[in-house]
């Protein structure tokens, strides 16, 4: 595990901690040591993909239609592409036509087009808080103002959604859309409840809301269980996010979006000014993987994998975690959102962590505004089970460590990093 | 060939000639017929390439690294790739270190996160008139205004950028960058002549300017000439741009910006806000083909092809074409730019040419302005060398038809869709 080559533990990432490129440069280099247990990464776990059938899959690509997939392609991507990713989102319930459908640069893609599309200087964005780095990012390289809704174990709380809402209308103001991960969600490892889907749809409804419905890990359910989605609930009303890199792998770079007509119009012009068109290679290989493969029984495969992860990260936690620190507890996926007790900033302690051989993202990732300084996130996903509990026991004796320091310091009066007179912390795991 | 998976003849191109999204579509459906030659295209001819090595590639790579070749990688682009890339353009005396480079999705990303990181509103940009449309499309998605210097046979002519340069500064203000293909221009087919070269490198010093090489063509010379790079002469002032879309496939989405540092750091950043990472896949294909194959007789047969397929269309012009009609007679690469008498409008032809099965791109489509009615861009790069001249006299017999009508119509005094009083008409073919 390499962490300069963790997107998700981006330059942008840590950027947003107030780490310098110089501070950043040099724990990369550090991090990417192999004796370095790595839960940074939001990493599926290739290796555990049928690497001959795979080699089968790309070779007669190849073989068997060489020069149309080294061709250029359409910008909305190969219509028997997108009649094949309506199999995998059928597969979890999600209703599609393969007309609605724009084969992207995986799910990252997505999120930018449709930031470029809605958002313009200082334009806001409701998200849950925390959300995806990545979701910001995009959000904020067209200069989004992103207010965060706080979550809790029932996924974001639709009280403060609707509180949000009429703060939004007492300054005369709208949100350009509501940015969501309902399915275990990144980083906060929850998901929304049934009951908030049709609260959140009814909101939606009543106050004319467009719904950016990101779901890169809707199946990967420890129990097989699928939510409805909110794309069936009010189709006219989301732009729907969905990807293979969680379900085959990232390095097909393939997700998709699902966007009523209008819409869908204006995200295939600006992905043809983005990058013309869609790799016509990846995507014959993925769909030459959906045509011949047991992809079904694939995506089981890595969802046991991540549950017995899940598990063991579980148990290592509640072995090695000083009191105070509480965590999430995933029914999917990849993430374990922690938070450390008042007085530690999971910033300041990275270059520390990575010192002792363990790294995680700082919470502070996570958030547009600056919050997360006492939270961090733990991805299960990529590292072998054997080396979990290696890292997570190092990270709890520093937490020890850093606990001692600060009791030492401030005795019972530690200092919030980030929580003002007033404001509630983040319900996740807070 | 298709034109619906043609992304030179986007909508976008389209829409800009002033055609309706349900004239488009009727157009694509009756141009995707096998019967119709289509010129419209720039696309390379792909099934050139040896098949068995390119699978034999693609195999190896899954075979030896699929676990990493499946998985995310860093934004910047693969280290070993970057390395192998400098050899393409070392093998075209542009000289790079591969820290400065960024892998992107194609030549076309590359114009997107330029546009990105320098454009905001209502920004000017000096760009050959006329130039590449999907250069246009990604500056114009960013809201940019497109000032277009006209070229003649050698290219943007540089008196009339700096009287563009002057008319700036009397307006009190500046040009983000000049974007410029100066080898074998799309559409104009035309290169910068070398003194112009240097006066340009003298005008960016003069008057702070950046410019923006976008060199997809320079190693597609039909007499193995290179001139020497903008990159070469004002490093410190140049973004450039290559791909292998056309030395290697289109397919692998490959191509990249070199840049320099404090540049290449914001579009780093600005790459991982559009999707993450390239793909490792596609990178370790790229790497393995420059690393194993001989790439640079496989760009020799390309050329060759293409010099053949040149010839071909110029000696058909001349025997098919009425007088009236002016062409560029390119040294290199994929594109002929045709001017036709005044009175005839290319885009409202289109519709005609596809119906007497034959295609090609509106000259509008290569302008931001609303010129280029009396252009078209002719590919001779796809087609196969036997349909050319059946494709070129079809469209010879359309404009004798048509300068009868208007001759019926308007005798000696026919309108002219662009000029307008004391403007000059484009230099290139006019």
Redesign the interface.
């Known amino acids: 595990m390499r962490l300069?080559?963790?997107?998700?533990l981006?330059?942008?990432a840590l950027?947003v901690t107030g780490m310098s490129?110089s501070e950043i440069r040099a724990l990369f280099a550090v991090a990417s040591r192999p004796e370095v247990v790595s839960f940074a990464?939001g990493?599926?776990a290739?290796?555990a993909?049928d690497?001959e059938a795979?080699?089968a899959v790309?070779?007669g690509?190849?073989?068997d239609h060489?020069?149309?997939?080294?061709?250029?392609?359409?910008?909305q991507g190969r219509p028997e592409l997108r009649e094949l990713l309506l199999d995998v989102m059928r597969h979890e319930g999600v209703p599609g036509h393969a007309d609605d459908l724009i084969v992207?640069?995986?799910g990252?893609?997505a999120l930018?087009l449709v930031a470029?599309c809605f958002i313009d200087d200082g334009a806001i964005v409701l998200a849950e808080g925390p959300t995806y780095v990545?979701g910001i990012?995009?959000m904020?390289?067209h200069r989004a103002e992103v207010r965060h809704v706080p979550m809790d174990d029932d996924g974001m709380d639709i009280d403060l959604l609707e509180e949000a809402l009429a703060q939004l209308a007492a300054e005369g103001r709208r949100a350009k859309y509501v940015y969501t991960i309902p399915n275990h969600q990144n980083p906060a490892g929850v998901s929304l409840s049934v009951p908030r889907r049709e609260r959140l749809a009814e909101l939606a409804v009543e106050h004319d809301l467009l719904v950016v419905e990101d779901n890169p890990y809707g199946l990967l359910d420890f129990g097989g269980r699928c939510l409805p989605s909110l794309r069936s609930m009010i189709p006219d009303r989301v732009v729907y996010i969905g990807t293979m890199?969680k379900t085959f792998?990232?390095?097909?770079?393939t997700g998709w979006i699902a966007a009523p007509g209008p819409i869908r119009?204006k995200l295939?012009?600006?992905r043809?000014?983005?990058?013309?068109?869609?790799?016509?290679?990846?995507q014959m290989?993925v769909e030459r993987w959906l045509a011949t493969q047991p992809w079904r029984e694939q995506i089981k495969r890595f969802t046991e994998l991540y549950r017995e992860k899940a598990d063991v990260m579980l148990a290592s936690l509640e072995q090695e975690m000083p009191p105070g620190v509480s965590w999430t507890v995933p029914a999917g996926a990849f993430y374990i959102w922690l938070t450390v007790p008042a007085g530690i900033d999971t910033s300041d302690l990275l270059a520390k962590a990575v010192g002792r051989r363990v790294a995680y993202v700082p919470g502070r990732g996570f958030y547009a505004d600056g919050s997360g300084g006492e939270q961090m996130r733990l991805c299960f996903s990529y590292p072998e089970v054997s080396r979990i509990p290696e890292g997570v026991s190092r990270l709890g004796e520093l937490l020890h460590d850093e606990l001692e320091l600060v009791q030492a310091l401030f005795g019972d009066h530690a200092p919030s990093p980030d929580r003002r007179p007033g404001e509630p912390a983040s319900g996740v795991g807070g």
Chains 1, 2 share one sequence.
């Open positions: 300069d080559t963790d997107p998700y981006s330059r942008y950027r490129a990464g990493m599926p290739t290796s993909l690497m795979v080699e790309v070779a690509v190849i073989r060489g020069a149309l997939a080294l061709q250029y392609g359409g910008g992207t640069v995986g990252q893609q930018e470029k990545g990012g995009a904020a390289s890199s792998a990232p390095g097909v770079r119009d295939v012009l600006l043809e000014a983005a990058d013309l068109c869609p790799s016509n290679l990846t290989i």
